[in-house]
């Protein structure tokens, strides 16, 4: 089991900084971030593997940069340059098997989520 606790949400106006923060309870290689907009389905936004990979969508490139902490067992979402499309509830997910993608497949433990909201 790893229990998932995001925090770090809030409202921003666009262009903007939040950073999220999740702490787990034990380390995970795959640990990913995905949001869910009002009316849409949920989507990976960036992941992190153990060895450091990282992989990101193509419309945060640049503005997000995921990363942990090992020593912690906490996974960070840095995100600079909001715009109002990145308004959603952001989850925090952790699997430990060794492939990891921006898909759901690989993350069987998920967080509650945290909103952000990004006002124009």
């Known amino acids: 089991q790893v229990q998932l606790v995001e925090s770090g949400g809030g409202s921003v106006q666009a262009g903007g900084s939040l950073r999220l923060s999740c702490a787990a309870s034990?380390?995970?290689?795959?640990m990913g971030w995905f949001r869910q907009a009002p009316g849409k389905e949920r989507e990976g936004v960036a992941y992190?593997?153990?060895?450091?990979?990282?992989m990101y969508i193509a419309s945060v490139k640049g503005r997000f940069t995921i990363s942990r902490d090992n020593a912690k067992n906490t996974l960070y979402l840095q995100m600079n340059s909001l715009k109002p499309e990145d308004t959603a509830m952001y989850y925090c997910a952790a699997g430990v098997g060794s492939s990891c993608s921006l898909g759901e497949t690989p993350y069987t433990y998920w967080g509650q989520g945290t909103q952000v909201t990004v006002s124009s």
């Open positions: 992190n593997t153990a060895g450091g990979t990282s």
């Open positions: 034990r380390s995970a290689h795959c």
